[in-house]
T-cell receptor, first 110, second 115 residues
Framework: DAKTTQPTSMDCAEGRAANLPCNHS???????VYWYRQIHSQGPQYIIH???NNETNEMASLIITEDRKSSTLILPHATLRDTAVYYC???????????FGTGTRLTVIP | NAGVMQNPRHLVRRRGQEARLRCSPM?????VYWYRQLPEEGLKFMVY????????ESGMPKERFSAEFPKEGPSILRIQQVVRGDSAAYFC?????????????FGPGTRLTVT
C-alpha cells in the first residue's frame, strides 16, 4: 500500500473550514484514499473515502487532485468536537487491513 | 443498529497472566480486524478474521498471541503470559465486505494494563 505524508499538527478556528492535506505520490491505480479520525481515547471513526472523483458526505468533503498524488479533507465548519487526530490512508481494493500512520492532530480553537 | 462492541473496556493483568479481549462485530458484518495502539502511536494491524477462519495474521506476534472468530459468539483476542510491553489499547473493527471499497467500523477499544 502507498505511503502517505501528513502535517503533524494544525489549528483551526471554530466555525471556519478545516483543510487537511495529504500527499500520496506513490498511489497506484487501484488504491483508494480513506480518511479516519480518532478523538481522544476513542476508536477510529470512518469519515470518507474516494478513488479519483471528489466526494462529499454529511461529515466532510474529499478533494483528490487529478494526478491522484495528493488529497485534501475539508471539514466545512469546524467545531470543538472535531478536535482529533486525522488519518489519511491509502489502501487497495480488497486489502485486509488499514495502515494508520501518525496522522494530523487537528485542534479547533474557540 | 448497535455498533462494534468490545469488552472489557479496561483490563488489568499481572505479568504472566492471560488476557482475553472480546469483540462483537456490527450486525451483519462477518469480517473482523484487530489492531493495537501503543501510547502516542498510530494503530497497527494485527489480524483479520472471517467466521471460523484466520485470513491474515501478518501483524500478530509469533508467540503468546492468538485470535479466533467462532461460528457463534464474539471474536476473541487472547494474550498468554502477558508482559509489560503488551500494555496498549486494542481495537476491534468490522466490515461488511472486502470485495470492493469498504469502510471499517471500530469499537471503543480495550485498554490493557500489565502490572
Amino acid at each position: 500500500d502507498a505511503k502517505t505524508t501528513q502535517p503533524t499538527s494544525m489549528d483551526c478556528a471554530e466555525g471556519r473550514a478545516a483543510n487537511l492535506p495529504c500527499n500520496h505520490s506513490t498511489i497506484s491505480g487501484n488504491e483508494y484514499v480513506y480518511w479516519y479520525r480518532q478523538i481522544h481515547s476513542q476508536g477510529p471513526q470512518y469519515i470518507i473515502h474516494g478513488l479519483k472523483n471528489n466526494e462529499t458526505n454529511e461529515m466532510a468533503s474529499l478533494i483528490i487532485t487529478e494526478d491522484r498524488k495528493s488529497s485534501t479533507l475539508i471539514l466545512p465548519h469546524a467545531t470543538l468536537r472535531d478536535t482529533a487526530v486525522y488519518y489519511c490512508i491509502v489502501s487497495r481494493t480488497g486489502a485486509n487491513n488499514l495502515f494508520f500512520g501518525t496522522g494530523t492532530r487537528l485542534t479547533v480553537i474557540p | 443498529n448497535a455498533g462494534v462492541m468490545q469488552n472489557p473496556r479496561h483490563l488489568v493483568r499481572r505479568r504472566g497472566q492471560e488476557a482475553r479481549l472480546r469483540c462483537s462485530p456490527m450486525k451483519g458484518h462477518s469480517h473482523v480486524y484487530w489492531y493495537r495502539q501503543l501510547p502516542e502511536e498510530g494503530l497497527k494491524f494485527m489480524v483479520y478474521l472471517q467466521k471460523e477462519n484466520i485470513i491474515d495474521e501478518s501483524g500478530m506476534p509469533k508467540e503468546r498471541f492468538s485470535a479466533e472468530f467462532p461460528k457463534e459468539g464474539p471474536s476473541i483476542l487472547r494474550i498468554q503470559q502477558v508482559v509489560r510491553g503488551d500494555s496498549a489499547a486494542y481495537f476491534c473493527a468490522s466490515s461488511l465486505t472486502t470485495g470492493f471499497s469498504y469502510e471499517q467500523y471500530f469499537g471503543p477499544g480495550t485498554r490493557l494494563t500489565v502490572t
